[in-house]
């Protein structure tokens, strides 16, 4: 046996003495591990042209790298100036800790390395799958016990499909929605054969267009370019002063449509906005829809897990009327990163974009990969399986009550502090604000800021937030917001924060909000003095 | 503090003493990890209705289930009942033993959940995913280093993009391609923003298509139907006798299309077809793209890593020259499920399909999901470079030499027994086969069978499979794989042996075949009795 051999072998099996050699790796990441999630720091200080310097190099080694050594290296050159997504004080994106049992689950789910794209490489984890979907289908849409006993195994019907996220569950429901409105019939093989253009032309139908709020993530950009729609036929209609999208206009925006000969291959309702957490009136949304005969979606990536609240699951009414929702497990599930799902209220409306192979996912198989985006992947549904056996009902309802509780903690505390400015309730866990300068903070309530004024406080803010970032002691995100200022819109830069994390106590967010008021203060100095 | 609260913060938060539980919970589901790699069984016979009724049940718990209770239920009911897929004995599909390494890799990766959709939830991880891109761009297009000098970190270049498995970096290839061909010009604002309907108007095409041999992934069925080109679009070219494209039928198919004024949004070469693993004439190939001005993509999903063996790499020569490659992680980079990757020669290619949103993945940001199918995903990068760096180019060279030395031992076994027909030489690890029984053994060699022969000869193939995979002893899979018989193609049924695992032996390769000969036998006699 060659050297390389020997040491290729070592990697694969345990040798007689391995399993302890296996069992220190595992000690040694474990503690890696863990100290990274119990520190305080959310980053190091150093700049990004720094790192990118020491990761320039771009030569595959010939391999002589052994576990111990590489696992050093990673811990001390890359591992501290990665982002501690799970500390109290980042809140500024959604990420939050993790509840700790998923590690020990996503280690156990390498080892099994199921591909549930088919029956022959995951067996049981197909069917529990299944499942975990049809949990989550009832929690969006509660059918009756037949449905669910019909259903929850058959091949016939899928329920949900599991994917790397939310944009691909986006996708996939445009995709679901433009398949089955441009379906097959005498004389069309369907949009899914012969393509938009024959699908345009034998439909009598100038374009096709998608319709949401001006506050649609920015996945459904992605949607319409992939579908051949085009990013200009994604119609986004004006919000009103809650952020919700204003319902007039849309109910225009479908005339318009109808009137011009465009083909609608769906509404998008939002649960959650990504900017501020608005949510649509899902209601009126799913009536409007309805009337025009055109596919409702709901993305839900963020807000879909308020279902499990008895005190603001009524901000969803209208959710189970949609044909697809799409929720995230990766953000208000509380799982890791890479997992996503698109419910489907018709259990046949994946049929639309079915697909087979001739060494797998034959017609009449169990084979979940016949009908979705992605082929081989992993086996994520032990992690929503554990998740809502583990934390269940009762538990996500306090995730959601306590983010929402936190938020408005937050919203009060940024009212009683003169240097900050509200930008609106927060509907759900998310908000927005900003710091205002002394010399401005009279003027800012009363609606009377000019676009100068607004201007300077923009480019306030975002030297505030590149500096907090910088620091890595804190860190709220920003975003762009739309405001009306004496009748006119104007965008504004905001500061967003996202309450989610369980570990975010009442003091973090005053310290998240004391840091800021500090690097402010220090910025405003040196703006106002002579350069 | 009430009850739920209470277990929340248990689930997050280690108590004084929660280190030890913690502790003891990593070494319960490690010892779960290790007893089912170390397992000889590939599954139970359980059937998948008797699984079925099992879990159908689809009630979301109120959440009282501790995790030492979970996993309990798991290890008993669900794990025993899954795929042993790493098993010696499971040569069926694309499926190995990884590295030991990667399942404490992935547990560090979760306990981080770093989101590589931007560097403000990611920081060093994006330049260090940059960097792995490089890499892998390096071993594929070699170009020198300045090329590399001034592209691994820049925000600017797109060298690669790092998806959830082949399928997305197929539909990204694909995607890139269609909208790099029609993009904007004087009169039109291009194929992304206008559509595929205004594309083909204003560029004067009747439609687009995608060409490549029948031997294609099912995976371009998806990105024809997603990209509005039409399943009935993607033009699949006959292969040779060697299951590679027909290099006359794709240049008269090229000029077709041509002469039909149609749009060809790609040439698709593959590089290991899922079905035999056969490689196309890539060099010719690319010639004929250069020629027709055409997108030439390389599916490399499973054949990319020979490009590490000094012995094979030559049966790739011109990959190139391809515009794009797809490389798959969790196939031959031994990489757990959930990891592919697309390669792009052209650093500026991805720009095609660029999206931004107010919060992140602003123009001059180095957020990498500003190009990418993907929004919000884990951090694969540390396992892809984790990975090159431990098993290296000398490690991954053992691997693939070691693989289609098995195959060829494989091949040599079944020419060796009567009782099987070897259908066709193994090009790399991927072998097809079927046993024949007895009466038509002299003729199969001579190509005398006639049509009702070979559905005999199928269908006790399909039931042989079957049987097989039903016992969980061993496993291979089937396909369906086009033979000439007197001048006609014919459909039948094969068996699929992938030699991927390094811990396959001769006598595991032997074993198979045994087992395969019993059940066989046992079949022939039965269907020869009377009923």
Redesign the interface.
């Known amino acids: 046996m060659n050297q390389?051999?020997h040491?290729?072998?070592r990697?694969?099996?345990?040798p007689g003495d391995g399993?302890a050699g296996?069992?220190a790796?595992?000690t040694?990441?474990?503690a890696?591990?863990?100290s990274?999630?119990e520190g305080v720091e959310i980053?190091t200080d150093?700049d990004?042209e720094t790192?990118?310097r020491?990761?320039?190099?771009?030569?595959?080694?010939?391999?002589?790298?052994?576990?111990a050594s590489?696992i050093e290296y990673?811990n001390e050159q890359?591992?501290?100036?990665?982002?501690h997504?799970?500390s109290p004080l980042f809140i500024?994106?959604?990420?939050s800790?993790?509840?700790?049992?998923?590690?020990?689950?996503?280690?156990?789910?390498?080892?099994?390395?199921?591909?549930?794209v088919?029956?022959?490489?995951?067996?049981?984890?197909t069917?529990?799958e299944?499942?975990a979907l049809?949990?989550m289908?009832?929690?969006v849409y509660d059918f009756p016990d037949e449905f669910?006993?019909e259903n929850?195994?058959s091949s016939d019907s899928t329920l949900g499909i599991v994917v790397?996220?939310?944009?691909?569950a986006n996708?996939t429901a445009l995709?679901c929605a433009r398949?089955s409105s441009l379906g097959p019939c005498d004389g069309f093989?369907g949009?899914?054969?012969?393509?938009?253009?024959?699908a345009?032309r034998f439909y009598g139908y100038e374009?096709?267009v998608i319709i949401g709020s001006r506050l649609m993530?920015?996945?459904f950009?992605?949607a319409?370019?992939?579908?051949?729609?085009?990013?200009?036929?994604l119609i986004d209609v004006p919000v009103d002063r809650n952020n919700r999208i204003d319902l007039a206009a849309l109910r225009q925006a479908v005339r318009d449509c109808q009137m011009q000969n465009q083909h609608i291959s769906a509404i998008v309702g939002v649960a959650g906005t990504?900017?501020c957490g608005s949510i649509d009136s899902l209601l009126q949304m799913a009536e409007i829809a309805r009337e025009a005969q055109v596919h409702f979606h709901v993305d839900a990536a963020w807000g879909g897990p308020l279902l499990f609240s008895e005190q603001h699951r009524h901000k969803l009414a209208g959710i189970e009327l949609a044909d697809s929702v799409t929720i995230?497990g990766?953000k208000q599930l509380y799982l890791?990163?890479?997992m996503g799902m698109l419910m489907l209220r018709s259990p046949l409306s994946a049929r639309s974009?079915e697909?087979?192979?001739?060494?797998?996912?034959r017609p009449n198989s169990?084979d979940l990969g016949k009908r979705a985006?992605?082929?081989?992947?992993?086996?994520t549904s032990?992690l929503y399986?554990?998740a809502?056996?583990?934390?269940?009902?009762?538990?996500?309802?306090?995730?959601i009550d306590e983010g929402i509780r936190k938020a408005r903690y937050m919203a009060a505390a940024i009212r009683a502090l003169p240097e900050f400015e509200l930008l609106g309730e927060p509907e759900i866990n998310i908000l927005n604000y900003r710091f205002v300068p002394a010399h401005l903070r009279e003027r800012a309530p009363l609606d009377q800021l000019t676009e100068s004024d607004d201007l300077l406080i923009d480019s306030l803010n975002k030297r505030l937030q590149k500096i907090q970032?910088q620091a890595g002691r804190s860190?709220v995100?920003?975003?762009?917001l739309n405001v009306v200022r004496r009748g006119e819109d104007r965008p504004i830069i905001a500061l967003?924060a996202v309450l989610a994390n369980?570990?975010t106590t009442e003091s973090d967010v005053d310290a998240v909000l004391k840091d800021q008021i500090e690097i402010a203060n220090q910025l405003s100095i040196a703006s106002s003095q002579p350069a």
């Open positions: 390389i051999e040491r290729l072998k990697l694969f099996v345990e399993s296996a069992a790796e595992l040694k990441v474990s890696i591990a863990e990274f999630v980053t150093s990004l790192l990118m020491r990761f320039n190099s771009s030569e595959i080694p010939e391999g002589t790298m052994d576990f590489y990673v890359v591992i501290p100036h990665s982002i997504t799970s500024g994106h959604m990420t800790a993790l509840p700790k049992f998923v590690s020990s689950l996503e280690m156990l789910t390498t080892a099994m390395n199921q591909n549930l088919k029956v022959e490489t995951s067996k049981a984890m069917l529990y299944r499942q049809a949990m289908h009832r929690l669910y006993a929850v195994q790397s996220g939310g944009t691909l996708v995709w398949n093989a949009i899914e054969k012969e393509g938009l253009v024959a345009m374009k096709s993530h920015y996945s950009k992605k319409a370019d992939l579908l051949g729609i085009g990013v200009e036929s990504t900017d995230d990766h890791p990163m890479g974009i697909k087979h192979a001739r060494y797998i996912i169990l985006m992605e082929g081989s992947r992993p086996n032990l399986h554990a809502l056996n583990i934390i269940g009902r009762r538990g996500y309802e306090f995730l970032r860190f995100s920003r975003t762009t967003r369980p570990l």
